[in-house]
C-alpha cells in the first residue's frame, strides 16, 4: 500500500525530454534568428502568429501568445499557448519560457532552448522540455511527439537563416 507522499511525489512528477542537431551556420547568427519572436514562423512550420502580450522581449518576464497548428486539436482550431520568458542569457546563447496557459494541456511546461559552438560555422542546438504528465496521453507518446516537432524545428534553422540572407541579396541588387 502507498502512503499519501509516495502518491503525492507521483503527481508532482515530471516528463522530460530533449532533441538536438546540428545547424551549419555560425552561433551568432543562429542566436538572430532563434531568440526573436518575430521570427518564430520563419523556422518552426507550425507557428502562424506570436503576439506580445506584456513585457520587453529578451527581459524575464515578458509573455507573448504563440499560435498556429502545433498541436492537432479535435475541433481543428489552431492551437494556442501563453508563454512567459524565465531567462534569456545572450551571453552563454539560452532562454527558457515557461507555458503559462493553453488549449493545448501542457500549462506549466518549461522548454530550454541553448546553443553551443561546434566549430567555427556550425551550432549544436540543445532543446529541452519538462512537462506535467497529461492526462490520457503516455509519457513515451508525448515525449516523442515533442521531441519530433521540435527537431523538425532545429533542422529549419539553417533554411530560415539561408532565406534572410538571399533575400538581403537580392534587395541589395535592387
Excluded at 522530460?16 to 546540428?22: A, C, N, R
Excluded at 522548454?111 to 490520457?136: A, C, M, Q, R
Amino acid at each position: 500500500m502507498s502512503s499519501p507522499l509516495q502518491k503525492n511525489e507521483a503527481v508532482n512528477q515530471k516528463w522530460h525530454g530533449s532533441v538536438g542537431g546540428i545547424v551549419d551556420a555560425p552561433i551568432d547568427e543562429v542566436w538572430k534568428i532563434v531568440s526573436q519572436s518575430s521570427r518564430l514562423h520563419e523556422w518552426m512550420p507550425m507557428v502562424e502568429n506570436c503576439t506580445d502580450l506584456s513585457g520587453k522581449e529578451g527581459v524575464p518576464g515578458y509573455t507573448r501568445l504563440v499560435s498556429g497548428f502545433m498541436f492537432p486539436q479535435k475541433d481543428e482550431d489552431r492551437s494556442w499557448v501563453k508563454e512567459r520568458l524565465v531567462l534569456m542569457d545572450p551571453l552563454s546563447y539560452i532562454y527558457v519560457y515557461r507555458m503559462e496557459a493553453s488549449n493545448v494541456g501542457l500549462d506549466g511546461s518549461l522548454n530550454s532552448f541553448k546553443l553551443i559552438h561546434y566549430g567555427d560555422d556550425s551550432t549544436l542546438v540543445e532543446w529541452t522540455f519538462e512537462i506535467d504528465p497529461v492526462e490520457g496521453l503516455s509519457e513515451e507518446g508525448i515525449v516523442d511527439y515533442l521531441g519530433y516537432i521540435y527537431k523538425s524545428c532545429i533542422n529549419r534553422i539553417e533554411g530560415a537563416i539561408e532565406a534572410k540572407k538571399s533575400c538581403v541579396a537580392f534587395l541589395k541588387k535592387l
